[in-house]
């Protein structure tokens, strides 16, 4: 029954150290991203899908998803 007190608190020892490890790489700017931001603005945003957006009126009848060029 001991060995349970035991590998408890080497358990939470540990998990303590590595709270603390990862405590300091955060106020150290380690998780900083300085790369991200300036490539941002060369990737194109998402384009709105016209019957997706006709899809949301109640009034318009529905319209196949899967259109083939004919």
Known sequence: MSII???LSLSLGVALIF???????VR?????DTYTP??????E???VDEDE???NDT???EKPKNK???
């Not at 709270?19 to 790489?25: E, G, L, T, W």
């Not at 150290?28 to 900083?32: A, L, N, T, V, Y």
Request: hydrophobic share 50%.
């Open 45 to 47: 945003d998402e384009l």
């Open 19 to 25: 709270f603390i490890a990862f405590i300091v790489a």
């Open 5 to 7: 007190y035991v590998l």
């Open 28 to 32: 150290k700017g380690q998780f900083d």
């Open 68 to 70: 083939k060029p004919e």
């Open 38 to 43: 300036s490539v941002r603005m060369l990737f």
């Open 59 to 61: 009034d318009k009848e």
């Open 53 to 55: 957006c006709a899809d």
